[in-house]
């Protein structure tokens, strides 16, 4: 398996404009994390789906942020219009349920920088 | 869910055991323990997890003290690869979201 894809791995942008990020988790993956990593607050969990469900995204600012899962390979997280507090790196995850074994695997991540 | 606590950082000499220490003197009793480590620049990669018992896979070791309320992760012969931020982690089995926080972790040196 390829393991977790994200795109683009690179992105800059100047306030104001809206970004884009792209997940595809691994096959057969029900469960898919999306985190943002700062120098200042570490690594944080914005939301969460189980079966392409929020299942909390009690993280997530909800002003400018919003997370979709239209199938079950493919996730974006959304941000309009952007502010350079969002500059940070953004990590996709994605777990297989199961019993006790919650292993969750991550992408490259996506380095965001908001001018 | 429980908090821990690691040391911010730790050195170590190639070919020696790493030792992480962990506390989480909070953890009740359905809490499992992860570790996941971060090399620079990549996303964190699973380590090892464990209840009560030891565990061991090809990576590490996993020592939880007989109260539960501390844990060490070996990693028996440390190559300078293993240089990273170590994160220690409990959380619910089966339970996700704002429970299942990476804290600061430990940064380990490893030194040839």
């Known amino acids: 398996d390829a393991g977790v894809i994200q795109s683009p791995r690179h992105e800059v942008t100047e306030m104001g404009q809206e970004v884009t990020l792209r997940c595809k988790p691994i096959s057969g993956h029900d469960y898919l994390f999306w985190y943002r990593q700062t120098m200042m607050q570490g690594l944080e969990l914005l939301v969460y789906f189980n079966n392409k469900a929020v299942m909390d995204d009690s993280g997530m600012p909800k002003d400018r942020f919003s997370a979709k899962m239209p199938n079950a390979s493919f996730s974006t997280l959304k941000i309009q219009p952007s502010e350079p507090r969002d500059s940070a790196v953004y990590f996709c995850a994605s777990s297989l349920a199961g019993s006790s074994y919650n292993e969750q695997f991550f992408g490259p991540g996506t380095r965001l920088t908001v001018l | 869910d429980a908090k821990t606590t690691q040391p911010t950082s730790m050195d170590c000499a190639e070919g020696r055991a790493a030792n992480l220490p962990c506390n989480h003197s909070t953890i009740s009793g359905n809490e499992y323990v992860y570790w996941y480590r971060q090399i620079h620049s990549q996303g964190p990669q699973y380590i090892i997890h464990g209840l009560k018992n030891n565990e061991t896979n090809e990576m590490a070791s996993l020592i939880i003290t007989e109260d539960r309320k501390s844990s060490t992760l070996i990693l028996p012969h440390a190559t300078l690869r293993d240089t990273a931020v170590y994160y220690c982690?409990?959380?619910?089995?089966?339970?996700?979201?704002?429970?299942?926080?990476f804290g600061p972790g430990t940064r380990l040196s490893v030194l040839p």
């Open positions: 982690i409990v959380r619910v089995d089966g339970l996700w979201g704002q429970n299942f926080v």
